[in-house]
């Protein structure tokens, strides 16, 4: 019975991807493949291949660019295996599955890349820019330009410091879940209008504010640091923040007064900037990819 031909056929097919199960390739025998039972909800499949986080695959899959064997693919909790074949927008993906069979030579499994660049000001955290502005791919070395690497988080263009670039899904995925969210520091250096008080100021960050926009903001671990050589004039502060939204630290500023001159981010979890200067990258060492996992719980 050849599938392209038989409309029952098509309709077994759609029953079996809203169920969840995995596709036979070549047709016939509609249960699930005995090889790949279990498999791999095919949103987290296509996280650990490191195209997409898995809430983007979630919008690739009911956008209808997801085929699974040629089929479209219409539930992200459809099961794949490395027998097959996930193509999106007509192109194969590698599944981390398949790594071994389909990796270069002498590639015994498919090991994820991890790097931390130190984002200078100027600079977008997308993986491309519209307006042709750099991003922060500009800065990845040649030997990892082949990886379909993509930033966790982002900082905004006038801001810098540290930010992860990956093709990890899965822990990308956790490090962006708000039920995940690791305390990440930033020093900030400001100047008060004149009406403002720092103590003040610092004061209702420690107890959780509400922005003018009406959000209301978990309590900031809010510190004034000693002054440094070379940092001009301004008040350093050193910020803890445990909650991501937009732009928070500029919009908390902004409603008490402050005018941010500064903006760097500098620790994330269990990882540091350390020295890195800006605009430049290098690679997580086991120690800190390990402390990542553990940090969300992997």
């Known amino acids: ?9 098509r309709t077994g097919i759609a029953r079996t991807l809203r169920r969840g199960a995995a596709l036979p390739r070549g047709g016939g025998d509609m249960s699930e493949n005995p090889g790949e039972a279990g498999g791999v909800r095919l949103n987290k499949a296509l996280a650990d291949a490191g195209l997409c986080s ?19 693919a219409d539930s992200p909790g459809l099961r794949v295996g490395a027998s097959d074949l ?12 398949q790594g071994a069979a389909v990796g270069k030579a002498g590639e015994a499994h498919w090991t994820p890349c991890w790097l931390m660049l130190h ?17 922060v791919l500009d800065f990845v070395p040649p030997a990892w330009k082949g990886r379909r690497l993509f930033p966790v988080g982002r900082l905004d263009y006038f801001s810098e410091g540290l930010i992860l670039l990956t093709d990890d899904g899965e822990l990308a995925h956790r490090l962006s879940h708000p039920r995940w969210h690791l305390p990440r520091r930033y020093e900030v250096l400001v100047r008060p209008e004149a009406e403002a008080s720092l103590p003040d100021a610092l004061r209702c960050m420690g107890q959780g504010m509400v922005l003018q926009e009406g ?10 640091l000693p002054a440094r050589p070379g940092m001009g004039k301004g008040v350093l502060l050193g910020l803890t923040l ?4 937009n732009r928070q630290i500029r919009r908390m500023c902004r409603d008490l007064g402050l005018t941010v001159l500064r903006l760097r981010r500098v620790s994330q979890g269990p990882l540091n900037l350390g020295g890195l200067r800006a605009g430049e990258i290098r690679a997580l060492n086991e120690r800190e990819v390990a402390a990542l996992r553990r940090a969300v719980g992997l």
């Not at 898995?54 to 479209?72: C, H, Q, S």
């Not at 959000?215 to 004034?224: D, M, N, S, T, W």
């Not at 445990?242 to 939204?245: A, I, K, M, T, V």
């Open 242 to 245: 445990h909650q991501g939204l």
């Open 54 to 72: 898995r809430r983007k695959a979630d919008e690739l899959i009911f956008a209808g660019r997801v085929t699974v064997n040629g089929m479209a």
């Open 86 to 97: 996930v193509e999106v927008d007509g192109r194969p993906v590698r599944l981390r599955a």
């Open 215 to 224: 959000e209301r903001l978990a309590p900031v671990e809010a510190v004034e």
């Open 119 to 135: 984002k200078p000001v100027g600079v977008v955290s997308t993986a491309s820019d519209p307006e042709g502005r750099r991003t």
């Open 1 to 9: 019975m050849i599938l392209e031909q038989s409309g029952r056929c």
